[in-house]
């Protein structure tokens, strides 16, 4: 007989954490049991279409145990990259919930460890508004507070605008959730303000918002970057609750040291970024101007794809990544001579193939430039084809990107609704039947059947 499997366990006498930027956070004591899924009756309930309604179960045995076990899901429960039906779980595990990506972290960490570790994991963050989600999760789930928020520092203005907000998406201003006066003091005496009784302190008791909310106590930690302050780290407790532990200030006090300093770099970077997009946005326009007839072709066709991919029910990432390729998606025409890409009538095969490298010149164009990075396989595939017969690659089928079959879509219907010299518009009833008509051919059915859900959408987008 073979020995049995070893197994790891995860001994957490307080229970687990489970954290993900922008969910629900997953709080388990030992002998307790929660589901996790879309449906209201789920313990947890994540919206998020990726999940099924009933989609895991985690438990914390009485000794200590975590396990997490696939409730039936659609799309599968993955631990540290392996689909599993059970598993046991260790703090550090990541796990994956169709797809959404959670953190386990054990309820047993004290701040300096849990400091460390957050540390360690902030730094690798790029994006901005990411690392802003995990840096008021991680704070979160340490400080414990009943509302938390991050706002920055708008260096044109000095407003401070909140960034990121728990729960997700309750305020906009500072003035809907805390006290400016407090807050501002804390930037201004460039240390921790902490208030135990709300209701005792001049700078918060005549706060509307701190009166409706019943804060009870409140914690303002400004993150002071090499240049200057960046913003502050709020969170408060209602009345029914202790105020902060002496811990968890001093944890929040070190904690925003290192969070200023990796988000002052997140934050550079971001505005690099935005810079160069921009940059590159108008290129792309320059390109449609070029040809009167095509003006405006980018901004239609990424119009068309948007609306596409919200229907077809695809994350917020790839609606972002989608928006990108669909402004850039004929970026490489910059290369294309203009005798070609301004000829008053259809393309002869000499022409066509000066102008088809258009989706390889912009490919190599972009290639280096991180941020834009999952925008290149549409901007390179969305001349491809669903029987395999397109353009650079002659890929087929699933093969093609699933953002660059959007694109395509959406590129061939502006292109059939647009006027050219040699021909008129096309009707939308007509360009529609063309959809149809090549679909499982040119086109991916299941996008032409998103476009019959859009049509109405689609027609007021169409140039007049």
């Known amino acids: ?153 708008d260096r044109a203005t000095g407003a ?114 935005q810079h160069f997009r921009l940059t590159l946005e108008t290129l792309a326009k320059a390109i449609d101007a070029r040809d009167r007839y095509t003006a405006g072709h980018s901004e239609r066709v990424t119009a068309y794809a948007l609306v596409l991919a919200r229907s077809m029910r695809l994350p917020d990432a790839d609606i972002d990544i989608v928006r990108r390729a669909g402004v850039l998606h004929d970026i490489g025409k910059v290369g294309v001579p203009d005798r070609v890409l301004l000829k008053p009538g259809p393309l002869d095969a000499d022409e066509r193939a000066l102008i088809e490298p258009h989706t390889t010149i912009g490919f190599e164009m972009l290639r280096d430039l991180p941020f834009l990075r999952d925008a290149l396989p549409a901007i390179r595939g969305h001349h491809e084809r669903w029987d395999g017969r397109g353009y650079p690659d002659r890929l087929a089928g699933d093969d093609i990107h699933a953002h660059a079959r959007i694109l395509a879509v959406a590129d061939s219907f502006d292109a059939m609704t647009s006027a050219r010299p040699y021909r008129s518009a096309l009707p939308f009833a007509e360009a529609a039947r063309r959809l149809h008509a090549d679909s499982g051919t040119q086109f991916d059915p299941a996008v032409v059947r998103a476009f019959d859900r859009v049509g109405a959408r689609w027609r007021t987008l169409v140039p007049a």
Do not use: W
């Not at 009933?54 to 200590?64: F, K, N, P, Q």
């Open 1 to 153: 007989m073979s020995a049995a499997p070893s197994v790891r366990y995860s001994h957490c006498a307080n229970g687990v954490v489970l954290t993900s930027p922008g969910r629900p956070t997953i709080h388990l004591t030992p002998g307790v049991s929660k589901t996790v899924g879309r449906a209201d009756d789920a313990d947890v309930v994540v919206d998020e279409p990726s999940l099924s309604r009933l989609h895991a179960r985690v438990r914390v045995a009485s000794t200590g145990v975590v396990t997490i076990e696939d409730a039936g899901s659609t799309n599968g429960v993955f631990v540290n990259g392996t689909k599993r039906q059970i598993a046991t779980v260790t703090a550090g595990d990541s796990i994956r919930l169709g797809a959404v990506e959670y953190r386990a972290m054990s309820a047993d960490d004290s701040p300096a460890d849990a400091l460390i570790s957050m540390s360690l994991e902030i730094m690798a963050f790029g994006d901005l508004q990411a690392l802003l989600d995990r840096v008021l999760d991680r704070a979160k789930a340490v400080l414990e507070p009943d509302r938390s928020a991050i706002l920055l520092i």
């Open 160 to 273: 401070l605008h909140p960034r990121a907000v728990r729960p997700p998406g309750a305020y906009q201003t500072v003035s809907e959730f805390a006290s400016s006066t407090a807050v501002r003091e804390a930037l201004a005496s460039r240390d921790v303000l902490v208030v135990h009784d709300a209701s005792a302190d001049a700078r918060l008791r005549d706060a509307v918002s701190v009166r409706r909310a019943g804060v009870g106590s409140t914690m303002c930690v400004p993150l002071l970057g090499r240049a200057g302050a960046i913003g502050v780290l709020y969170a408060d407790r209602t009345e029914v609750r202790q105020p902060f532990a002496p811990e968890q200030i001093r944890y929040a006090a070190a904690f925003a040291a290192h969070a200023a300093a990796a988000l002052e770099t997140a934050q550079l970077y971001d505005d690099r970024e």
